[in-house]
């Protein structure tokens, strides 16, 4: 069986690896602890493909540790067994260190076995995850362990390695191999910061290449045509995906409509409507508010409508509306209010509904049970001045005028009618 062009030129040195110079580059903590020779307990946490397993097996290497190997997907609370039974046998006299790839698949029962172990020294636990670990890995474990974050390869970081494979490849190719100019800056740009990824698509752009007057040549369009959508890094329900959502929630509430329109791509190239739809329409209530309250209907038939339509047409309801609220006025005094409200609500500040604000019913007391209620339509302006709020919290105030032109009309307005003075005015 051939070996995976990628895991053959796997480097097996700090300063063969592409990437992560804010961990191993010159004075990088995860650089400065294992070229100490420390044995500690750590977790590698980002997207796949960015160096994680690479630095495992150069960490293994450098100690006298049995290395010992599980993937979570695959492994049993049997197989952790066996490789605690190697511990303090000739089989591992110096310890085991076991790389644990994709911990966040164990549950709290397999992830417990390890403990004891790792409290004594016994194992040195090296786990990797692609999903943010203080979710999926358990408290007990996490505290004895220390979490490096990974990140994605930049394209200029992958090119070496991309090279690195295209000059193997030129070596090995029984037929002259050339490439057009931009193919090696293609394959390592459109694999969205997945190094191996980038490797492996080398490995394919060589295999599918035509022989043309007894030669081989990669050309910039096969390699844009094999690595189509491979930029995009999405899971739906994992990490990437509420980055995602995260990024375009924050967008729109920053008023950058290409920002808000990049993110609202992603989703729209990974199929999924309904991660999208549900931010704009929160978004046109925790950001724009009573500042633009038209906003709201409008959002809601632009989602309704892309749901109707479906994918592709769906793209231009959901563009409109995400530029729509992007570009708005922003107002949270909704948010401000609502939670303030609550605030009052979860503390116990409450009290009973004032007398006049009860439903009507008989008092079995015998007392008067006339409840002194003023109709505010039978005043003028349609407003009398009684009281709402409990006698506990009377003068409470949730709700402050947003400083946009429709709510500052509003509060003008109802000045005028009420007499009150302005907010921080005697």
Aim: hydrophobic share 35%; glycine share 6%; net charge neutral.
């Amino acid at each position: 069986m051939q070996r995976p062009l990628a895991d053959e030129i796997r480097p097996r040195s700090l300063d063969e690896v592409v990437g992560q110079k804010h961990l191993i580059g010159s004075g990088g903590m995860l650089r400065r602890l294992i070229e100490s020779g420390t044995s500690a307990n750590m977790i590698f946490y980002g997207p796949s493909g960015t160096g994680k397993t690479t630095i495992a097996n150069i960490i293994a290497a450098r100690t006298n540790k049995t290395l010992h190997k599980l993937n979570a997907t695959t492994a049993s609370l049997s197989d952790v067994k066996d490789i605690i039974a190697d511990v303090g046998t000739f089989m591992a006299p110096g310890g085991v260190l076991l790389y644990l790839d994709e911990i966040q698949y164990f549950n709290k029962k397999q992830q417990q076995s390890l403990l004891e172990f790792m409290e004594n020294g016994s194992i040195t636990l090296i786990a990797s995850t692609t999903e943010n670990p203080y979710f999926y890995v358990y408290g007990a474990l996490l505290s004895r362990s220390t979490v490096f974050e990974f990140k994605s390869v930049p394209p200029e970081e992958t090119l070496p390695a991309v090279l690195r494979a295209l000059n193997i490849l030129k070596e090995r190719s029984e037929l002259p191999l050339t490439w057009e100019d931009g193919v090696p800056e293609q394959l390592a740009t459109s694999c969205g910061g997945d190094v191996r990824k980038s490797i492996n698509a080398c490995e394919l752009l060589y295999a599918s290449a035509e022989p043309k007057r007894g030669k081989l040549k990669l050309t910039r369009e096969d390699a844009l045509q094999l690595a189509q959508r491979s930029a995009m890094r999405y899971d739906k329900g994992g990490d990437a995906m509420y980055d995602c959502a995260s990024a375009l929630m924050k967008s729109l509430r920053g008023s950058d409509p290409d920002a808000a329109l990049h993110y609202l791509a992603r989703f729209l190239e990974a199929g999924d409507l309904i991660t999208p739809c549900r931010r704009l329409l929160c978004s046109a209530s925790e950001d724009v508010g009573l500042a633009y309250p038209q906003a709201v209907a409008i959002v809601k038939a632009c989602v309704d409508t892309a749901m109707q339509l479906g994918l592709p047409e769906a793209q231009l309801p959901l563009a409109q509306a995400a530029i729509l609220l992007a570009t708005a006025p922003k107002s949270n005094s909704v948010v401000e209010a609502i939670g303030a409200a609550r605030a009052d609500v979860k503390a116990g500040r409450t009290g009973d509904v004032p007398r006049q604000l009860q439903n009507v019913h008989a008092d079995t007391t015998g007392m008067d049970n006339r409840q002194n209620y003023k109709y505010p339509h039978d005043y003028p302006n349609h407003y009398v001045a009684q009281q709402y709020l409990p006698d506990a919290i009377k003068d409470a105030r949730y709700y402050r005028y947003g400083d946009n032109k429709t709510e500052q009309a509003a509060a003008r307005y109802w000045e005028k009618i009420k007499h009150t003075p302005k907010e921080g005015e005697a």
